[in-house]
């Protein structure tokens, strides 16, 4: 019978007749001779194995003997333009110990020729190997695809990779592995991905984004668009008040895998190092001070958060460009009492004033007088003389 594959389908194939499987074995091994299953003497005389065959048909047409073969047909793998394919191998030899993914092999033309894979010693499992765009003939009952986006590091950002394959890293003096590896190794790799698009198999590296623009995180009530509320302080004088405040963070490209390797991401930097330190450097700074004291010496909280963080954040690699004090809520009937002694100053400084200008009126009115009067002194004195 007649058979045709179309282009994008593939077929497999099932021998209803041939040698027995061998107890672990899963599909029949391809045996040369037979011209695509199509001279079924050719391959019974050659070994062929009864049950499903390694081989499979590409696109094409195909006269087959429907009493010795069955034949399904299946889709090609087809990986477009920015996406991987992840392979997983359902024979081989097995896993050693201290792996996660196959070896990587030559020879098999991307998993395509499934008995060249096995006689390389392929393993079963996930393999490191992965398939980049293009159009793949793949055994579906060998071999498992799964099709996904590549990794892609956009501009302002660069890719820290976590690689869980290759050696261990040595332990040093204090017993502890590095911060950072070379490549080759296990752990966080000391070198980034920059912009671009890349086929890395996600299972062997993990890419963290890290942004290298400057961050700003908010803590304000007012503001609906942040996730946090102001930071509530209370005064050595017993007032309880709310503080806006941002704080303006950025990572350097060289320091990046600092952040992964310490703390595993920026937004583990805000959660658990940023936001305790901010809340507790203003809590402890107002519990020094009175509440009016607090907000006059705005500039100091500033100067004393921002070296606070500083110090605190470059254990991570992450800079410190700016804290900054926005609105400070100080209850009203306080300020109302700050408002009043103001005005009470600025009136007395206005009555002072006024007083000064009476005083050189009166001054310069008595001096006028005493001018008008000179004539007649000078008239009366010389009369008495």
């Not at 937004?267 to 004291?293: K, M, S, W, Y």
Request: charged fraction near 25%; hydrophobic fraction near 40%; proline fraction near 5%.
């Amino acid at each position: 019978a007649a058979i045709e594959v179309p282009e994008g389908r593939i077929a497999t194939v099932t021998a209803i007749d041939g040698a027995p499987l061998p107890m672990g074995q899963l599909l029949g091994r391809a045996t040369a001779g037979h011209s695509s299953f199509q001279d079924a003497e050719a391959f019974l005389a050659g070994g062929g194995q009864k049950g499903p065959q390694v081989e499979i048909l590409t696109p094409g047409m195909y006269y087959i003997n429907p009493r010795m073969f069955g034949v399904k047909l299946g889709n090609a793998v087809k990986v477009r333009t920015g996406e991987i394919g992840i392979v997983e191998a359902f024979d081989g030899t097995e896993l050693r110990t201290e792996q996660i993914l196959g070896d990587s092999l030559r020879g098999h033309d991307d998993f395509q020729s499934a008995q060249a894979f096995l006689d390389a010693g392929g393993q079963r499992g996930p393999q490191l190997d992965i398939l980049k765009p293009g159009m793949y003939y793949i055994n579906p009952l060998l071999f498992d695809v799964t099709v996904q986006d590549a990794t892609v590091i956009n501009i302002g950002e660069v890719g820290v990779i976590r690689s869980n394959v290759g050696i261990l890293p040595p332990v040093g003096e204090d017993g502890r592995t590095p911060d950072l590896v070379d490549e080759g190794y296990r752990g966080v790799l000391k070198t980034v991905l920059e912009p671009n698009t890349y086929y890395l198999n996600p299972i062997a590296y993990v890419v963290f984004p890290i942004s290298t623009l400057n961050i700003t995180i908010d803590w304000s009530t007012e503001n609906r668009d942040t996730p946090r509320d102001s930071v509530t302080v209370k005064s050595r004088d017993g007032f309880s008040f709310p503080v806006d405040v941002k704080v303006v963070i950025r990572v350097l490209k060289e320091h990046a895998p600092l952040v992964v390797s310490k703390i595993g991401s920026i937004q583990n930097a805000v959660d658990r190092v940023i936001h305790p330190a901010i809340g507790a450097t203003f809590r402890n700074n107002a519990e020094r001070c009175d509440a009016l004291d607090f907000l006059n010496n705005r500039s100091v909280q500033q100067a004393n958060a921002k070296d606070v963080t500083t110090v605190m954040l470059r254990e991570y690699g992450i800079e410190t460009v700016d804290v900054l004090v926005g609105n400070v809520g100080i209850p009203e009937e306080l300020l109302k009492t700050q408002t009043d002694r103001f005005l009470a100053k600025e009136r007395e400084k206005t009555y002072r004033e006024q007083k000064t200008a009476e005083d050189t009126r009166r001054e310069l009115e008595s001096a006028t007088a005493l001018a008008n009067q000179q004539k007649n002194i000078v008239a009366a004195h010389a009369s008495v003389e």
